[in-house]
Nanobody
Framework: QVQLVESGGGLVQAGGSLRLSCAAS??????MGWYRQSPEKQRELVAE???????NYADSVKGRFTISRDNAKNTVYLQMNSLKLEDTAVYYC??????????WGQGTQVTVSS
């Protein structure tokens, strides 16, 4: 059974940092990443990383967020620095298999306060 289990969300002041983790089980994924959704916006890509280490970031988080992956642990991380109020959202772990089937985590809330 495939599972994506997220951890690390919470409440942080603007300018602070948080680290999200997503542990996958049941399968090896070609691409793993993070999406986010707030009440005002559609779900959007934050960052993704391939099994080979290639990364892709949303323009809004470039230079502030870093995605990394531990293939031995089948885990993806998102280090979020210099957090802004507009980063407040539910963050979802996402993974694509080699046949492009998507899987999603349950979501973790990130709230940035002023």
């Amino acid at each position: 059974q495939v599972q994506l289990v997220e951890s690390g969300g919470g409440l942080v002041q603007a300018g602070g940092s948080l680290r999200l983790s997503c542990a996958a089980s049941g399968m090896i994924f070609r691409t793993m990443g993070w999406y986010r959704q707030s009440p005002e916006k559609q779900r959007e890509l934050v960052a993704e990383i391939s099994i080979g280490g290639s990364t892709n970031y949303a323009d809004s988080v470039k230079g502030r967020f870093t995605i990394s992956r531990d293939n031995a642990k089948n885990t993806v991380y998102l280090q979020m620095n210099s957090l802004k109020l507009e980063d407040t959202a539910v963050y979802y772990c996402n993974a694509f298999t080699f046949s492009r089937s998507p899987y999603w985590g349950q979501g973790t809330q990130v709230t940035v306060s002023s």
